[in-house]
């Protein structure tokens, strides 16, 4: 990456600060660009969910790894947990999604409730494991709530057979006029549920799959106790990626447990963080990391610049942590700061293999929270930052009531903030299509097919805070 006019910035930039000038361009598709990383994550577009218990579960890890991301597993969860996840991820379909099931004695209360964790907002019924019917909200309203659904069920269902190529599949629901379908083995057995949405994107989309077939996941680690016995613990459970993590990663103790883990030959790629400085990058990896994580203070659950005036604009912190990385032959993800899809491109053109992103997807149905209405009908889920007191309190319930009340002294972040559904887009797949389209846009623009090939060619410019507000959509005349 160069800046614009050869530039040498006299101040460190936000993604905001920035934007990218067009460059002569061979590239006339956006289906011409490769999205996948080199960073051995194994991702086939640069996404990673952080690792945040409001936002990263096995629903998250499942949709985001079809659509070829990764979701890091939070540290606050025990291993045990941990293990169960992630061999239910692994044990899922890489077309078919997984659909909310219910027994035919099943209350219309009971679907109402489990609608939302899908955001095809169906249920099907089923009878030994075979498809019997579906319900949709439609088919719940104005019914009493201890109905059973096999009263109000829809019965006269389209079924597609397990392998049939999705354009095919596609077809068979557009002639039916139907949204989604179950998929079924040859003896009527039920193996997913198949929407139209899904079919068009399993051709735009190459899941991030391991050595097996199987979708990856990953899962964090803190840098307390027993790290290392954790940390085998999680690579034995499955994990394809392990990330080591605080808030603070420049101190002793992340090197005490980045050397404890890289003393048991770790099988997977190692992640730690989070830094903001050459100095942190090269200590980080001496220590044994592959992958740097990179952001102090840029989230938006996160108080830490305002409580203590430390951490860096995310935009200059990943240009000099990813040149550092790149010296060393390791890589850097941008973890926090993406607000918009652009900011995402803009992360990449600084350097980054991977951006790591946590409360844009907190509002979408797959993140682990309740769904709740507000005043206005708008729904959202709550979430809240990993150093909050919220967090704390549930990281700390084992302990004293003395040694509890004393942590919640030095909390940071937000315990509780709305983040709204949007009713146009209510999938985690959804936000994927939007982040995606536009960072492929962005490498048609720098002439670039791949992610190393367009942060060497992007060229980015300084703005100002006039020049950042021309560029933002009007919604209604001035």
């Given at each position: 990456m160069r800046f614009l006019n050869d530039l040498n910035p006299q101040f460190d930039l936000?993604?905001?600060?920035?934007?990218?000038?067009?460059?002569?361009?061979?590239?006339?598709?956006?289906?011409?660009?490769?999205?996948?990383?080199t960073d051995g994550s194994g991702t086939t577009i640069p996404l990673v969910v952080a690792n945040m218990t409001a936002i990263a579960g096995r629903r998250m890890a499942e949709t985001t790894a079809r659509r070829g991301a990764l979701t890091v597993i939070p540290q606050d969860i025990p291993v045990e947990v941990v293990a169960d996840v992630v061999s239910w991820v692994k044990s899922r379909h890489l077309v078919y999604d997984t659909p909310v099931m219910l027994g035919p004695d099943g209350t219309v209360g009971e679907a109402l409730v489990l609608l939302h964790k899908r955001a095809h907002g169906a249920a099907l019924v089923v009878e030994g494991n075979r498809p019997i019917g579906?319900?949709?909200?439609?088919?719940?309203?104005?019914?009493?709530?201890?109905?059973?659904?096999?009263?109000?069920?829809?019965?006269?269902?389209?079924?597609?057979?397990?392998?049939?190529?999705?354009?095919?599949?596609?077809?068979?629901?557009?002639h039916a006029r139907r949204r989604l379908a179950p998929v079924v083995?040859?003896?009527?057995?039920?193996?997913?549920?198949?929407?139209?949405?899904?079919?068009?994107r399993a051709h735009l989309y190459s899941p991030a799959v391991d050595s097996a077939g199987h979708l990856r996941i990953a899962a964090a680690v803190g840098i307390n106790g027993d790290v290392a016995a954790k940390a085998g613990a999680l690579i034995d459970a499955g994990a394809d990626v392990l990330v080591i993590d605080t808030a603070h990663g420049h101190q002793r103790k992340m090197i005490?447990?980045?050397?404890?883990?890289?003393?048991?030959?770790?099988?997977?790629?190692v992640v730690a963080g989070n830094v903001v400085s050459a100095e942190g990058?090269?200590?980080?990896?001496?220590?044994?990391?592959?992958?740097?994580?990179?952001?102090?203070?840029p989230g938006a659950m996160c108080t830490t610049r305002m409580m203590t005036a430390v951490g860096r604009p995310q935009f200059s912190a990943v240009l000099e942590c990813a040149s550092a990385a790149r010296e060393l032959g390791k890589h850097v993800w941008a973890d926090g700061g993406v607000r918009h899809p652009r900011d995402v491109a803009l992360a990449l053109a600084a350097g980054a293999s991977n951006v790591m992103i946590g409360s844009w997807f907190a509002g979408t149905l797959e993140s682990p929270g309740d769904l709740y209405t507000d005043e206005q009908g708008r729904q959202y889920k709550e979430s809240f930052g990993m150093a909050s007191g919220r967090a704390v309190r549930n990281r700390t319930a084992s302990d004293t009531a003395y040694e509890r009340a004393r942590k919640a002294m030095f909390e940071e972040g937000i315990s509780s903030a709305r983040m709204f559904v949007d009713p146009v887009r209510p999938s985690v797949e959804d936000v994927i299509d939007e982040i995606v389209s536009g960072v492929r846009s962005s490498f048609t623009y720098a002439g670039a097919r791949t992610i190393p090939e367009f942060h060497e060619r992007a060229t980015v410019g300084i703005q100002s805070t006039a020049g950042f507000a021309e560029g933002r959509p009007l919604h209604t005349s001035w």
């Open positions: 936000t993604y905001d600060d920035v934007f990218m000038v067009p460059r002569a361009s061979d590239v006339s598709s956006r289906l011409d660009v490769d999205l996948a990383s579906l319900v949709t909200e439609t088919d719940l309203t104005g019914v009493d709530r201890f109905t059973q659904v096999r009263d109000v069920m829809v019965r006269d269902m389209v079924t597609i057979p397990d392998g049939i190529d999705v354009e095919e599949a596609f077809d068979v629901l557009s083995a040859p003896d009527g057995s039920l193996v997913g549920i198949l929407t139209r949405s899904a079919a068009l005490e447990a980045l050397r404890a883990v890289r003393a048991i030959d770790p099988t997977v790629p990058t090269w200590d980080l990896i001496e220590a044994g990391a592959d992958i740097v994580k990179v952001g102090v203070g």
